[in-house]
């Protein structure tokens, strides 16, 4: 505990040096803001002051550490304060640590307060962890970034002294400027002056005018009114005229409404009369449809049998065709070979014949010739 503490005031060091510096920033920017005059500060002297309060803070931090160091009473009140559990309900949620220190154990990253605290140990623990968390936040300053920061100051100071001759110069052109607006104002007030007393008569004018143009506007609308009330009457004979008009008009009409609605009824009687036998109609010829359809269907039924026993006589009347084409066919070359077979018979029989004629004629006249001998 001991070493965190010492930790803590060494970094609290560093950041009471950049809250001077910024003090310093503070109180010349709101001087400069003010329009007095600011003198560059001397840079000996701030340094001096700066290393006196560095002695006494390091003085005051050796005797409050001597105090603190083996103090039992102080440990016992930190581990009541302080308890690393996360079943706790009560925490504090600005001690978000740099990813460079939160990774060590003794950074403590995750401080949970326990539930039942007294209200004065939990502000001493939340002004703790605040100085905790400012002093590691200084801590991580580099000493480049230190001497970036003095540079800065330089730089800021002489912007400062620089802005501030340039203040002044526009202070004193403000105030020739303000000096000459005085004398433009005096002359406008008296302008002004003289043009509330005209714009008093135009307003005096203005009243009389007023004054005659409600006279004649309440006689113009007097006349108006007059003028309405006659053509009111006038309306009103006529609206009355045409009331009477309109409640004839009503009463002819409903005594045609009357006839048209008799007319309607009897069309709708002879209609429902109609539509009555129209259904009896569509009633007889659905039922004649559904015995149609039913000997459609058994005869439908019959024609899918006949089609296809025909299909199978077909098929036989084909083959039975087919044998007696090729029947015919036989038959035909049969006949074909018949007759030129006879017809080779007959001229072989008629060759044989004439053979045996020519044979007779030449045996006749060989034996007439041995007769003769």
Same mark, same amino acid.
């Given at each position: 505990?001991?070493?965190?503490?010492?930790? +803590?005031?060494?970094?609290?060091? +560093?950041?009471?040096?950049?809250s001077?510096?910024?003090? +310093?920033?503070?109180?010349l920017?709101?001087?400069?803001?003010?329009?007095?005059?600011?003198? &560059?500060?001397?840079?000996?002297?701030?340094?001096?002051?700066?290393?006196?309060? *560095?002695?006494?803070?390091?003085?005051? #931090?050796?005797?409050?550490?001597?105090?603190?160091?083996?103090?039992?009473?102080?440990?016992?009140?930190?581990?009541?304060?302080?308890?690393?559990?996360?079943?706790?309900?009560?925490?504090?949620?600005?001690?978000?640590?740099?990813?460079?220190?939160?990774?060590? !154990?003794?950074?403590?990253?995750?401080?949970?307060?326990?539930?039942?605290? !007294?209200?004065?140990?939990?502000?001493?623990?939340?002004?703790?962890?605040?100085? =905790?968390?400012? *002093?590691?936040?200084?801590?991580?300053?580099?000493?480049?970034?230190?001497?970036?920061?003095?540079?800065?100051?330089?730089?800021?100071?002489?912007?400062?002294?620089?802005?501030?001759?340039?203040?002044?110069?526009?202070?004193?052109?403000?105030?020739e400027?303000?000096?000459?607006?005085?004398?433009?104002?005096?002359r406008?007030?008296?302008?002004?002056?003289?043009? %509330?007393?005209?714009?008093?008569?135009?307003?005096?004018?203005? !009243?009389?005018?007023?004054?005659?143009?409600?006279?004649?506007?309440?006689?113009?609308?007097?006349?108006?009114?007059?003028?309405?009330n006659?053509?009111?009457?006038?309306?009103?004979?006529?609206l009355?005229?045409?009331?009477?008009?309109?409640?004839?008009?009503?009463?002819?009409?409903?005594?045609?409404?009357?006839?048209?609605?008799?007319?309607?009824?009897?069309?709708?009687?002879?209609?429902?009369?109609?539509?009555?036998?129209?259904?009896?109609?569509? #009633?007889?010829? %659905?039922?004649?449809?559904?015995?149609? &359809?039913?000997?459609?269907?058994?005869?439908?039924?019959?024609?899918?049998?006949?089609?296809?026993?025909?299909?199978?006589?077909?098929?036989?009347?084909?083959?039975?065709?087919?044998?007696? =084409?090729?029947?015919?066919?036989?038959?035909?070359?049969?006949?074909?070979?018949?007759?030129?077979?006879?017809?080779?018979?007959t #001229?072989?029989?008629?060759?044989?014949?004439?053979?045996?004629?020519?044979k007779?004629?030449?045996?006749? =006249?060989?034996?007439?010739?041995?007769?003769?001998?």
């Amino acid at each position: 505990m001991s070493a965190f503490l010492n930790r +803590c005031l060494c970094m609290y060091y +560093c950041s009471n040096s950049l809250s001077f510096r910024a003090s +310093c920033d503070d109180d010349l920017a709101s001087k400069a803001e003010e329009g007095a005059h600011v003198e &560059d500060p001397d840079p000996g002297k701030l340094n001096a002051e700066l290393e006196m309060m *560095i002695k006494n803070f390091q003085y005051n #931090t050796r005797l409050f550490l001597r105090a603190v160091r083996d103090s039992e009473e102080m440990k016992t009140i930190l581990n009541e304060l302080v308890q690393v559990s996360p079943m706790s309900v009560q925490s504090l949620g600005d001690l978000h640590l740099p990813l460079s220190v939160s990774r060590y !154990e003794e950074s403590v990253p995750q401080i949970i307060l326990p539930e039942g605290l !007294e209200k004065s140990k939990g502000k001493l623990m939340e002004y703790l962890l605040r100085f =905790r968390r400012s *002093i590691f936040a200084d801590m991580l300053t580099t000493p480049e970034d230190k001497k970036r920061s003095k540079k800065y100051m330089r730089e800021v100071l002489a912007n400062l002294h620089e802005a501030q001759t340039k203040v002044n110069g526009l202070t004193k052109e403000l105030n020739e400027i303000v000096s000459r607006n005085n004398e433009e104002v005096k002359r406008t007030t008296t302008k002004v002056q003289s043009l %509330q007393g005209e714009i008093d008569n135009l307003k005096r004018y203005l !009243e009389g005018r007023r004054q005659k143009i409600n006279e004649e506007e309440n006689a113009k609308r007097k006349e108006i009114e007059d003028e309405n009330n006659e053509k009111m009457k006038k309306l009103e004979k006529q609206l009355a005229d045409q009331k009477t008009d309109h409640q004839k008009l009503i009463e002819s009409n409903q005594t045609e409404e009357h006839g048209e609605r008799a007319t309607i009824y009897k069309k709708e009687s002879e209609l429902e009369s109609e539509i009555g036998k129209y259904d009896q109609e569509m #009633t007889a010829l %659905q039922e004649e449809y559904d015995t149609l &359809d039913e000997e459609y269907t058994r005869e439908k039924k019959e024609l899918n049998e006949l089609e296809e026993r025909f299909k199978t006589l077909e098929e036989e009347y084909l083959k039975i065709m087919e044998e007696r =084409r090729l029947n015919e066919e036989r038959r035909q070359r049969e006949e074909e070979e018949r007759r030129l077979l006879e017809k080779a018979v007959t #001229t072989i029989q008629a060759f044989w014949r004439s053979y045996k004629t020519r044979k007779l004629i030449r045996g006749g =006249r060989r034996g007439g010739s041995r007769k003769k001998k």
